[in-house]
């Protein structure tokens, strides 16, 4: 493990343009659940309250779950040793930019600025009849559904639902940096979910090396990756840094 350490970090110090990929694999050491899995909030939560047809006709309903899942439960996750390393790389000039499946706004608490959320950010709500964006930390959660004060429209968490389209800006900034990559570092996904998991396979197809930080092996691992580092994110990256900065 060692030199693979060593190694990926003299082609993180060689690369131009790195980027970094990360799924739920890197929130779960703060607390944040992984939706699919083992112990995945779908074997606890039926998926239909994030489907966005369902929401449209039973908001009010899906919002007893919404609110559990989301401003209940994980609410006060804070950033782990993982986030804070991959900020630490982009104020190094290390790291170029973070393309995140996940939604809830970890990597820029952790002080990174250039971040894609490719499926949204659960911290805002927005009226999509009016689009004001409301913080959700502003919202009085006890009384649910959450209204907009403007128009009285049912508000919608600003993340990706079931049945939703990628936001365009996300996706085309997520992708233009994968096509710019050197280095591409998978964190924490398993590349299940699509089409997210296109962007480092647009990475491997422009030439980039892939190094996969993960405890298991992934759909990427033999697929795309060049370079494994088996672990749990914040170890590995701990480590990465100590050869880093």
């Known amino acids: 493990m060692e030199l693979l350490i060593k190694e990926t970090a003299k082609l993180i110090k060689q690369s131009k343009f790195t980027i970094a990929f990360t799924g739920a ?8 659940p992984p939706f699919r899995g083992e112990h995945g909030l779908w074997n606890k939560y039926d998926p239909k309250v994030l ?19 989301f401003y209940d439960f994980f609410a006060d996750a804070k950033p782990n040793k993982a986030h804070e390393v991959l900020a630490e790389m982009e104020k190094h000039t290390l790291l170029n930019a973070v393309i995140t499946q996940n939604i809830d ?12 959320e490719f499926h949204g950010n659960s911290k805002k709500l927005k009226c999509r009849k009016c689009g ?6 502003e919202i009085d959660m006890s009384t649910i559904p959450p209204l907009c004060i403007d128009d009285g429209e049912i508000l919608k968490p ?5 049945g939703e389209g990628i936001p365009q800006e ?23 979910v699509t089409p997210a998991s296109f962007v480092p396979r647009t990475a491997k197809q422009q030439g980039a090396t892939i190094i996969e930080i993960n405890p298991e092996e992934t759909l990427f691992t033999r697929q795309i990756t060049d370079i494994h580092l088996k672990g749990k994110a914040s170890d590995v990256l701990e480590k990465l840094a100590a050869h880093l900065f």
Do not use: K, M, P
């Not at 039973?58 to 899942?69: H, K, L, M, P, V």
């Open 25 to 32: 694999g890197i929130s779960v050491e703060s607390g944040v």
């Open 51 to 69: 489907d966005l047809g369902y929401f449209n006709e039973n908001g009010a309903e899906c919002w007893q779950y919404i609110r559990e899942i």
């Open 105 to 116: 706004n970890l990597h820029f608490e952790a002080g990174s600025r250039t971040v894609y």
């Open 132 to 137: 004001r964006i409301y913080e959700a930390a």
């Open 158 to 162: 600003d993340f990706i639902f079931f």
């Open 170 to 192: 996300a996706y085309d900034n997520s992708f233009e940096a994968a096509e710019a990559a050197e280095v591409c570092l998978i964190i924490g996904s398993t590349g299940e």
